[in-house]
Every structure is written in structure tokens, then in C-alpha cells.
Nanobody, 127 residues
Framework: QVQLVESGGGLVQAGGSLRLSCAAS????????MGWFRQAPGKEREFVAA????????KLVDSVKDRFTISRDNAKNTVFLQMGSLKPEDTAVYYC????????????????????WGQGTQVTVSS
């Protein structure tokens, strides 16, 4: 069965950094575009970052594009979100997601297009 397991979340002071990891199993990882979403208390889940099957194409939401980086290691079935210059407004549960794309190498930014989701990892940024 497909599993996506996030790790790396925690408590960090404003201005600090965290690297989130998402380990995938039960799927052919290289056939999936991957993404990160987040959900803050009282808010809807929102798109943060996405990466194509090969890693050649990436997309970041404007509010984080100068601070975050998404990457993947297909040999390790893992996608990463490197977060720097963290702000209190980055506080949220961060979710990893996978979207099957057999014959196209492009990122996916719409949450409705994702097939599988992880359980989430909490990121809390204090001021």
C-alpha cells in the first residue's frame, strides 16, 4: 500500500531553518510528481511547493519562493522541503503529496490532482 511519511518538523525560532523529508513507499516514485502543502489552524490547506517527476521543474508559492527550496532524490524515494528564514506565519502542519504522471514531467500545484497524502508534520515558528 502507498505510504508517504513526513519528518523533520518541529519548533524553531523566527529566522531559523528546517528541512522536511517525505519518504515514499508502495509506488514507483519516479512516476509521481510530488508536492508540499500546509494547513494552519483555522485555515484551508494551501499549496506550498511542487516538483516534477525528474526534478527538472519546480514551483513555489510566492510567499515562500525566496526562502524555501523543494528537491527530490529518486534513488531514495524521498522529496525534501528546505525551509529558511522561517516566519511565524509559516506555522502549520505540512503535508507531502504524490500525483501520478506516467508520461509528463511537470509539477502539479492543484491539490485536487494529487492521489496520495502523508499524515503531516507540525512546523511551529516562534517569535
Amino acid at each position: 500500500q502507498v505510504q508517504l511519511v513526513e519528518s523533520g518538523g518541529g519548533l524553531v525560532q523566527a529566522g531559523g531553518s528546517l528541512r522536511l523529508s517525505c519518504a515514499a513507499s508502495g509506488l514507483t516514485f519516479s512516476n509521481y510528481a510530488m508536492g508540499w502543502f500546509r494547513q494552519a489552524p483555522g485555515k484551508e490547506r494551501e499549496f506550498v511547493a511542487a516538483i516534477s517527476r525528474s526534478g527538472a521543474r519546480t514551483k513555489l508559492v510566492d510567499s515562500v519562493k525566496d526562502r524555501f527550496t523543494i528537491s527530490r532524490d529518486n534513488a531514495k524515494n524521498t522529496v525534501f522541503l528546505q525551509m529558511g528564514s522561517l516566519k511565524p506565519e509559516d506555522t502549520a502542519v505540512y503535508y507531502c503529496a504524490a500525483a501520478q504522471r506516467w508520461y509528463i514531467d511537470h509539477y502539479v500545484s492543484r491539490r485536487e490532482e494529487y492521489d496520495y497524502w502523508g499524515q503531516g508534520t507540525q512546523v511551529t515558528v516562534s517569535s
